[in-house]
T-cell receptor, first 115, second 116 residues
Framework: NAGVTQTPKFQVLKTGQSMTLQCAQDMNHNSMYWYRQDPGMGLRLIYYSASEGTTDKGEVPNGYNVSRLNKREFSLRLESAAPSQTSVYFC??????????????FGQGTRLTVV | RKEVEQDPGPFNVPEGATVAFNCTYSNSASQSFFWYRQDCRKEPKLLMSVYSSGNEDGRFTAQLNRASQYISLLIRDSKLSDSATYLCVVNLKKGSSSGGYQKVTFGTGTKLQVIP
């Protein structure tokens, strides 16, 4: 059981370049998320998708777009990368564990550097 | 005000010590609460859920105080392997009562370093 798989694990971009971070989960979860993690800032939500076909902005959506391709896949796109987008990006999916409890499962992260 | 706030630490404690972390949340409608552990350069992983009555898992005890809107994590008999960052997580159900989704919000994390 692979869980949440993110690609690539590492990436260096030049300012202005574009790229797409891929995420797939094989746990049949409805909800998926993209976070970025920066020193001293913790995990900040970029976008989330409550279910296939729906996406919503999180705390820091500017400069990003997302696509929930199907239930399994949720991609994050940087159209024109900026140095401020240098960060570690985590994809996650979540399931209900009983009542209103939800457990989130994370991918291994993508370390992105924009020069 | 941040939705979830934690003391970033670091907490440097000797092996065998007891250490406690607190976390406060701003939305009183928040419904479920968790502690996650994140090792250096790794992804966060669920440590334990936090239940209203408090719960224990081995050396770890989690408590919830809804009136004051904080949760806590107590680690007894600290081990070197406990060194990590501990993330407080708060879930809020959004949307209709018959459906909706869970909004998952993370604190910035508290760094623990257990010293030999």
């Amino acid at each position: 059981n692979a869980g949440v798989t993110q690609t690539p694990k590492f990436q260096v971009l030049k300012t202005g370049q574009s790229m797409t971070l891929q995420c797939a989960q094989d746990m049949n979860h409805n909800s998926m998320y993209w976070y970025r993690q920066d020193p001293g800032m913790g995990l900040r939500l970029i976008y989330y998708s409550a279910s296939e076909g729906t996406t919503d902005k999180g705390e820091v959506p500017n400069g990003y777009n997302v696509s929930r391709l199907n239930k399994r896949e949720f991609s994050l796109r940087l159209e024109s990368a900026a140095p401020s987008q240098t960060s570690v990006y985590f994809c996650a999916s979540s399931k209900k564990t009983g009542g209103d409890n939800t457990e989130a499962f994370f991918g291994q992260g993508t370390r992105l550097t924009v020069v | 005000r941040k939705e979830v706030e934690q003391d970033p630490g670091p907490f440097n404690v000797p092996e065998g010590a007891t250490v406690a972390f607190n976390c406060t949340y701003s939305n009183s409608a928040s419904q479920s609460f968790f502690w996650y552990r994140q090792d250096c350069r790794k992804e966060p992983k669920l440590l334990m859920s936090v239940y209203s009555s408090g719960n224990e898992d081995g050396r770890f005890t989690a408590q919830l105080n809804r009136a004051s809107q904080y949760i806590s994590l107590l680690i007894r008999d600290s081990k070197l392997s406990d060194s990590a960052t501990y993330l407080c997580v708060v879930n809020l159900k959004k949307g209709s009562s018959s459906g909706g989704y869970q909004k998952v919000t993370f604190g910035t994390g508290t760094k623990l370093q257990v010293i030999p």
